[in-house]
Structure formats: C-alpha cells, structure tokens
Nanobody, 122 residues
Framework: QVQLVESGGGLVQAGGSLRLSCAASGSIFKVNIMGWYRQAPGKQRELVAVTTSDSSTKYADSVKGRFTISRDNAKNTVHLQMNSLKYEDTAVYYC????????????????WGQGTRVTVSS
C-alpha cells in the first residue's frame, strides 16, 4: 500500500505564509516527480509546482517568486513554502507523486494525497 500524506494547510491572512508538507510511504522503489496541484471552488485542478528527482523545478506563473518547492529524497518528502499569499491562492492543495512501486513487479503510477485546504483571507 502506497500513500501520500499532506499537512500544513490552514487559514492565513493575505500577505502571510504557510508551509505544506507531503510524505510518501509504502512499498516504494523510487520517487520520480513530486509536486503540488490545487483546485479552487468551481475551477479545474491546476499545477502549482513540481520537482524531479534531480531537484529541477517548474512553477505556475501565478506563484513564481512567491512559492518554493523542495524535496528530501532520503525521506520521500516534498514541501511547498508559500509566501506573500493572496486571496486567489485559496484552494485545496493536493500532493502528487509519480513513483515506481513494488508489487508483484516494479511498476510506475501516479499517486495523489487527500488534499489540504488553504484559505487566505483578504
């Protein structure tokens, strides 16, 4: 059984900061891409930031310069430091990981966390 567990969401005033964390656990052979997506009410889920196993990163234009993604390969964790939060950052944030996992054989699949809510008050 493989799972992603997120933490760190909450309520913050505009201009404030939050740090999200996500830990992958289970029969993991290798974690490749890890990232964060978000879904605001009435909108589609969108990419926020992703990082590869060699720590290259990609950000949505809307968060560049404000959010920083980082990972700890030894612990299979990924973090999202969110600074200068805006009202429009309000959403449920989902951790995503593309991993090679151990079953009857090693196979790759995408996994999602349960989501953590971030609410930014204006």
């Amino acid at each position: 059984q493989v799972q992603l567990v997120e933490s760190g969401g909450g309520l913050v005033q505009a201009g404030g900061s939050l740090r999200l964390s996500c830990a992958a656990s289970g029969s993991i052979f290798k974690v490749n891409i890890m990232g964060w997506y978000r879904q605001a009410p009435g909108k589609q889920r969108e990419l926020v930031a992703v990082t590869t196993s060699d720590s290259s990163t990609k950000y949505a234009d809307s968060v560049k310069g404000r959010f920083t993604i980082s990972r700890d390969n030894a612990k299979n964790t990924v973090h999202l430091q969110m600074n200068s939060l805006k009202y429009e950052d309000t959403a449920v944030y989902y951790c995503n990981a593309h991993m090679a996992v151990i079953g009857n054989r090693i196979f790759e699949n995408d996994y999602w966390g349960q989501g953590t809510r971030v609410t930014v008050s204006s």
